[in-house]
């Protein structure tokens, strides 16, 4: 057996590392297409619309996300009789999950703006979508980057439960050498510093972006 | 799609599923009493104006913010007894959500203290109020109005993490849902289910949240 000395076990969780990122940067990427889609539902003047995106919201955040990686993985299999790999599941429950974030936070960042913006757009003879893309996603977009990027952290650190469903990525394989060295403390030491290193530059970015970007009324 | 849904396992169950759901309850009470403790403790150090308090509250803050909470479970669980320490599922488990939430509500209660105008006290103490009974009636009340929300997400947050701890064998509902699954391969009935359950009890949170709201921090209404 080969001995996994302090080195060789760094060297393999910054390997992980890797799935991690790309598995934050998909669930980011097609939450954030599907976020936007909901959060229109949410503000259009639509009432079933409006239901619809509400439900969809109030679904992913009041379930646990393990839940939500289980349902994908196990429900969806059994159900459709297709099996998704680990990954595709876990992009599948990582995208819902943080699509409905987002669309909640972009909602609000909209809504912060006051209703005469629209007004003043209806005014000069734009229609809802001239409103929307001309005077307020712009002027949303503002208000939304900070929070959206701090956001991002909370998505990485999701990621992690997709070790549960036998994705590897850090946190599996974090476990995994656990499991042959039983050095548990300093591997989930050493597994938790590398999760801090990528997320606290995040956090850090988002605070100063939420000073810079503050909207003034 | 030819499947047949078949929901008998939940009601055969359903013992099962109560006792998972109140050692998910027990477990979320009891964390979430330690975390806010935990809070007020890291909230007091951060405005102490001493660096050596401050200092070591944000980083334990910035610590358990910046790392997912499956890694603070294992860390405890499997990595305590390194050290000698060793705790059962159950313990390990209200540890670590405790250590967690407490991070998350120092920011919080922070915030909340923070909000409160240095005019306010300086204007309570001028009308002769003692320095408890400014604390007591001119900081607490809208302090506590302006965080109600923000702890209640928070609280809402942590109840959901505590399917986490199905990992580490604490027989919560999520691991209910496990055992129930591992025996009958009803994964959808079952996760379902449990996401129900789940869900129920993030909005009887919010209820409650709501009419506490209404009756308690009325005197803030002014500023919605």
């Known amino acids: 057996m080969e001995e996994f000395t302090l080195y060789r076990i760094f060297i393999n969780l910054v390997i992980a590392t890797k ?54 993985f196990f429900g969806l299999s059994v159900v459709f009789g297709v099996n998704l790999s680990p990954i595709a599941a876990a992009t599948l429950a990582l995208t819902g999950f943080t699509s409905a974030f987002l669309a909640d936070i972009w909602r609000g960042s909209i809504e912060a703006l006051p ?41 990485i650190k999701g990621t992690s439960l997709a070790s549960i469903i036998g994705f590897t990525e850090l946190s599996r394989a974090a476990a995994l050498i656990n499991n042959v060295t039983l050095k548990s403390l300093l591997i989930f030491g050493l597994a938790g510093l590398i999760y801090f290193a990528v997320c ?7 605070q100063q972006l939420e000073k810079k970007l503050a909207y003034k009324a | 799609m030819n499947y047949q849904f078949d929901f008998s396992v939940i009601w055969e169950n359903i013992d099962l599923l109560i006792v998972g759901a109140w050692l998910t309850l027990k477990i979320s ?22 660096r050596i308090f401050n ?22 669980f499997f990595g305590l007894p390194n050290l000698g320490i060793k705790l059962s599922a159950e313990q390990a488990a209200i540890l670590s959500l405790a250590v967690n939430f407490g991070a998350y509500s120092t920011e919080i209660i922070r915030a909340g203290v923070e909000s409160i105008h240095q005019g306010q006290i ?35 947050l942590a109840v959901l993490f505590t399917s986490v701890i199905s990992q580490i064998a604490a027989e919560d ?5 496990d055992y129930l699954n591992s025996r009958t391969f009803r994964s959808f009935e079952i996760y379902f289910t449990l996401a129900l359950l789940y869900l129920a009890i993030v909005w009887l949170i919010k209820g409650i949240a709501f009419l506490v709201e209404n009756k308690v921090f009325a005197f803030a209404k002014y500023k919605r």
């Open chain 1, 19 to 72: 799935w991690t990122l790309i598995l934050s940067v998909i669930s980011f990427v097609g939450g954030g297409i599907v976020g936007f889609l909901v959060m229109l539902m949410r503000i259009s003047p639509v009432k079933w619309l409006k239901q619809i995106s509400w439900f969809y919201v109030e679904f992913f955040q009041g379930t646990p996300l393990l839940l939500q990686l289980f349902l994908a």
């Open chain 1, 115 to 155: 209703h005469g913006q629209w007004e003043a757009g209806s005014a000069i003879g734009f229609g809802y979508f001239k409103q929307l893309q001309l005077i307020i996603l712009p002027q949303a977009v503002k208000i939304a980057i900070a929070p959206t990027v701090g956001f991002l952290v909370q998505v």
């Open chain 1, 200 to 206: 606290y530059p995040l956090s850090i970015w988002s």
């Open chain 2, 29 to 50: 009470f009891v964390a979430i009493a330690f975390g806010i403790a935990l809070g007020i403790l890291g909230s007091l150090a951060r405005t102490s104006g001493n």
């Open chain 2, 55 to 76: 200092g070591i509250a944000l980083a334990y803050v910035e610590i358990i913010r910046n790392t997912p909470y499956l890694i603070q479970l294992f860390f405890i």
């Open chain 2, 122 to 156: 300086e204007a309570g103490l001028a009308i002769g109020f003692k320095k408890l009974a400014v604390f007591r009636y001119i900081v607490i009340p809208p302090a506590l109005a302006n965080i109600y929300r923000a702890l209640i997400g928070q609280i809402i």
């Open chain 2, 173 to 177: 509902l999520t691991y209910v849902g």
